[in-house]
């Protein structure tokens, strides 16, 4: 870079610095074993590839439904809700960054768990939010307390990521009542794959806000579609905000494919119980192997090795094509994120990693 590059230009001094939330690493190689990014390893509902092969490019031309009628009132059959209680967005990151814009507007720190998902602070910077973590406990659980603490709002993952720990419902919804003077969103991006929802709240709660996403237990996360669930009045101010900011988030393909995947129940229970049961498996393979972890209720396992560092194993999976995450950050350096894949997927892993151990023993 030359010197002239280098000097800041007075222009940069009114520019919004921010540093950006990096995401798992997509290989463009062939043959990897991809579980670093909790992306499901089924494909979505059939009705989707049938939506997507007949869908007519003609109607390109025109603006999508900025309303997302059909998806909305799909989701809102689903979970017997109104429609007015629905927000849809760009995947659930989209939902969660406007929600940030929308309820997080006070002089008080919002509050998040120290361990979890790496985009809160990063919203809460580029939109000049005061943020303050709150540390989980030894065994990656939140400790309730620290919630009941003045606050310009609250947000926390059910189950929690990157640990997979679910909280009580109880213990949330105490969070919630104790917290009427702000907006308590729930994360539950994994939520079903068998941790209990706060949506049955909603209606006892008006500062309480669910939000979910198609890319994990739907199979969908290309397509990127999230939603989040409120009394109305809550829901209004969110999509007041995103039509202040963008009408058309919503892209029609989007609305129809989404549509499809939540009319096919069935599947989507078929997957969600697959996934469960190659969990359950791996998580007993690996304890044989002297691996540790936290009783995981969603996509993903959190692991640490009796013995070797999860960087050393992290890097050796990844010299074999076997790609999960890992992190360089306080308290979860010895950590590995590894994504639920296929039985035979998850096999391979194992098998990797029980030979990886005895020659790495051997040597
Ligand atoms: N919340 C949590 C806890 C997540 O792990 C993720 C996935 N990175 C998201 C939200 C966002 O997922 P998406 O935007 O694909 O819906």
Redo the contacts with the bound molecule.
């Keep these: 870079m030359n010197a002239g590059i280098m000097t800041e230009a007075k222009w940069e001094k009114n520019v919004r610095k921010v540093t950006p939330y990096v ?2 690493e997509q290989p463009k190689t062939e043959g990897v074993i991809k579980l670093n ?2 992306e499901c390893p089924y494909p979505p509902a059939p009705g989707v590839s049938a939506v997507m092969k007949e869908l007519d490019c003609e109607k390109l031309r025109l603006y999508p439904d900025m309303n997302a009628e059909k998806l909305v009132s799909a989701l809102a059959q689903y979970y017997g809700v109104k429609p007015e209680q629905i927000f849809v967005g ?7 960054a406007m929600s940030f814009m929308t309820f997080f507007n006070g002089d008080k720190p919002i509050l998040f768990p120290d361990i ?2 790496s ?1 809160y602070d990063v919203w809460a910077e580029v939109f000049r939010i005061p943020w303050k973590v709150c540390p989980l406990d030894e065994e990656f659980r939140i400790k309730k307390e620290d919630y009941l603490k003045p606050n310009g709002g609250i947000i926390i ?1 059910n189950p ?3 640990t997979g720990v679910p909280e009580n419902t109880e213990v949330l919804e105490e969070i919630v009542a104790a917290n009427p003077d702000s907006v308590v969103i729930i ?1 539950e ?2 939520v079903d794959f068998g941790c209990k929802s706060m949506l049955p709240l909603i209606s006892k709660y008006d500062n309480l806000m669910v ?6 237990s739907r199979a969908m ?1 290309g397509i ?3 939603y989040a669930i409120a009394n109305e009045k809550l829901i209004g101010y969110l999509k007041d905000v995103k039509f202040s900011f963008n009408s058309y988030t919503m892209n029609m393909p989007s609305i129809e494919a989404g549509t499809a995947a939540v009319r096919d129940d069935a599947y989507f229970k078929e997957i969600v119980g697959k996934i469960i049961k190659t969990r359950e498996w791996t998580k007993q393979q690996l304890a044989s192997l002297g691996f540790r972890f936290t009783d995981s209720k969603s996509n993903f396992l959190f692991v640490t090795h009796e013995s070797v560092p999860a960087a050393e194993i992290f890097k050796a999976l990844k010299e074999h094509n076997i790609y999960v995450r890992y992190w360089n950050k306080p308290r979860i350096s010895n950590h590995l994120r590894i994504t639920i894949g296929t039985d035979e997927q998850m096999s391979r892993l194992v098998k990797f990693l029980t030979n990886y151990l005895k020659e790495r023993d051997n040597d």
């Design positions: 995401a798992g990014t909790n760009v995947g659930s990151d989209d939902v969660l979890t998902y985009f993952p929690n990521a990157p994360d991006a994994y939000v979910q996403t198609f890319s994990k996360a990127r579609i999230g």
